[in-house]
């Protein structure tokens, strides 16, 4: 078995054939120390060393490719705009923020102590749920104190209050006691309906319907005391999703959960009507935008 040197061309490392009998041929090899691929051909007892067409014109590809001196750089490319998530991102938390002292001035506004406000004339108006009757000569009581009032007919009471919120408790001769929570907002005295003048219903109005018999009945809440129970905390809520909606557009973190934090800073309602215009026009830079995530629109 009979064994022939050979130098390889790319580093001239010095490495073995073993002809196993031949005494001629072409035969491929790799290189052990640069891994390139070789033609060696044996014959006459001499040897060549020989590199593949393929391997010189990659080589040659490599090795003649030149920069032009005058070929423009190209520079990396970057986001739109800089600010503009961080300008979006403002947007949206100043509405957010808005929502929250909203929600803090509803529940501050709905506990307040209104003793320097003048007295307000409300409407309290007394039915006999049997025959749809108006009573006469009920005792009124406002927080357990008992009330003066005017008789204007129709179970029609005229009462003067603060604004605040109130228990009220009718008590009428053969009728259950009927008690209703409500609130009397800061308002002009002796608001009328045109049509009818009479106040309006659950803002200076407020009807009570009795049942025969004895024992309690407890009527429904008016309406502003559903939006004092109500409505700050879902304020509160949606703020707090507005806020975690600003940071995900400020980090670019998602597109979706960018549009997500903006419409619910909407439901926030900050400062009734500046806060949802600011949400509104941060949603619609999030659209033309939208690019700018760093997963795009996808997640």
Known sequence: MAKKEYKCPHCNNINQLILMGYSSGTFEKICPSCNSKLEITLKND???????????????????????????????????????????????????????????????????????????????????????????????????????????????????????????????????????????????????????????EGINRFVFMMEEGNGEVFLEDNVYLKISSWCPNLIFLFSIIGIWGAWVTYTLQSYKNAQIGAFFSVLGMGFLIIGPILSIIALYYLKKHKNMFTASFKN
Not at 87 to 97: C, P, T
Not at 173 to 199: C, V, W, Y
């Open 46 to 200: 001499e040897i060549n060393v020989l590199i593949p067409k393929d391997e010189k014109k990659e080589n040659n590809l490599v090795q003649n490719t030149k920069i032009p001196n005058d070929y423009k750089k190209y520079k990396m490319e970057s986001p739109q705009n800089i600010l503009m998530p961080k300008i979006i991102a403002v947007l949206i938390l100043s509405s957010s923020i808005m929502g929250l002292l909203t929600g803090w001035s509803l529940i501050v506004g709905f506990n307040s102590d209104y003793e320097e406000y003048d007295d307000i004339s409300i409407e309290i108006v007394v039915i006999s749920l049997s025959n749809f009757s108006p009573l006469q000569n009920v005792t009124i009581l406002f927080n357990n104190v008992e009330m003066s009032y005017e008789y204007s007919g129709n179970g029609t009471y005229n009462v003067l209050a603060t604004p605040g919120k109130y228990v009220a408790k009718i008590i009428a001769p053969m009728h259950k006691n009927t008690t209703m929570e409500f609130f009397i907002a800061p308002q002009e005295s002796n608001l009328r309906l045109p049509d009818t003048d009479e106040g309006l």
